[in-house]
């Protein structure tokens, strides 16, 4: 292992903040990474690790270097890109919602890989906010706001979105023909993972968005769970259109509200600010947001 192996062995356990974690998405040994880092330290005269039963976190020194090696590697990658076919290459490692995935990125999917026949792809999937950097993801697409300031985020489109009940639901509490009529009904509940807070519902009112928060019984942190319990007669819920097109032709949902929507929804590319936007990255991007562009969001 030559000295840039073992710096960008260094930057995924600073990452990752585990020796083990680094060894299996490197693909080596522990005792490979853990000889790695010691001759690394050894080299630079400086103790850059604290290593602790459950985590690894660089020392001053070891932040200092990490943030070099950033720099080092990055400008290593782009040298080699000028003088090779710079064909992307390696395992990518991307997050999305799993309803998003299956609607948009895996119908066309065979497409990226056709293209990048050297790239291989882990997709994990989820609700939950992903946190890049010690996780070892390279990119997420994530629908709403984002304020995390480390991360480099890349607008791929809106999401328009729609209040939903089931027909049982609506023969119970009746049909809602205006915002200020919602008294007396109910919500499945949506918690936030990023505030932990409930997310209220909203409605386009006259031009200017109103937030109603209603009484539920049920509240969860699965957007799938939330849907079903929407179908069984639940309570109100609001999802993106796309997602519950076919509940509605199939007579399981019915549109709530219709002309009073949620405010649409931005989706985004987010990767994080501290590290080179590599071939790997780039492609994928680019790719996804003509995806994205090509279904009209």
């Not at 790695?36 to 001053?60: C, D, M, N």
């Not at 906010?129 to 994530?142: A, F, K, Q, S």
């Amino acid at each position: 292992m030559d000295r840039l192996d073992r710096m960008q062995l260094f930057t995924r356990v600073v990452e990752r903040r585990s020796f083990s974690a680094a060894a299996t998405d490197l693909g080596l040994a522990r005792s490979t990474v853990t000889e790695a880092i010691k001759q690394l330290e050894e080299g630079v005269g400086a103790r850059l690790l604290e290593r602790t039963t459950r985590h690894v976190t660089p020392t001053l020194d070891g932040r200092a270097f990490y943030e070099r090696c950033l720099a080092i590697l990055a400008e290593v990658d782009e040298a080699e890109n000028v003088f090779r076919d710079a064909q992307p290459r390696g395992l990518l490692r991307v997050d999305a919602h799993g309803h998003l995935t299956r609607t948009f990125l895996l119908p066309r999917l065979h497409e990226f890989l056709e293209r990048y026949p050297l790239l291989d792809l882990q997709i994990g999937q989820g609700d939950r906010l992903v946190d890049l950097v010690r996780e070892g993801v390279d990119c997420v697409i994530r629908a709403g706001e984002v304020d995390d300031s480390a991360l480099i985020m890349r607008r791929l489109g809106t999401i328009g979105e729609m209040t939903y009940a089931s027909p049982d639901y609506i023969a119970r509490h009746g049909m809602p023909e205006h915002p200020d009529a919602l008294e007396g009904h109910k919500a499945v509940s949506f918690i936030s993972s990023r505030t932990g807070q409930i997310i209220p519902l909203e409605f386009m009112v006259g031009g200017e968005l109103r937030y109603v928060t209603l009484p539920s019984r049920l509240t969860v942190n699965n957007s799938d769970t939330m849907v079903d319990l929407a179908r069984r007669g639940f309570g109100l819920i609001q999802v993106p259109r796309y997602r519950l097109q076919k509940d509605v032709e199939d007579g399981l949902l019915v549109e709530v509200l219709p002309d009073f929507p949620p405010s649409p929804t931005q989706l985004s590319a987010l990767y994080p600010q501290n590290r080179q936007l590599s071939p790997r990255v780039r492609v994928f991007i680019d790719w996804i947001a003509k995806v994205f562009a090509d279904a009209g969001l």
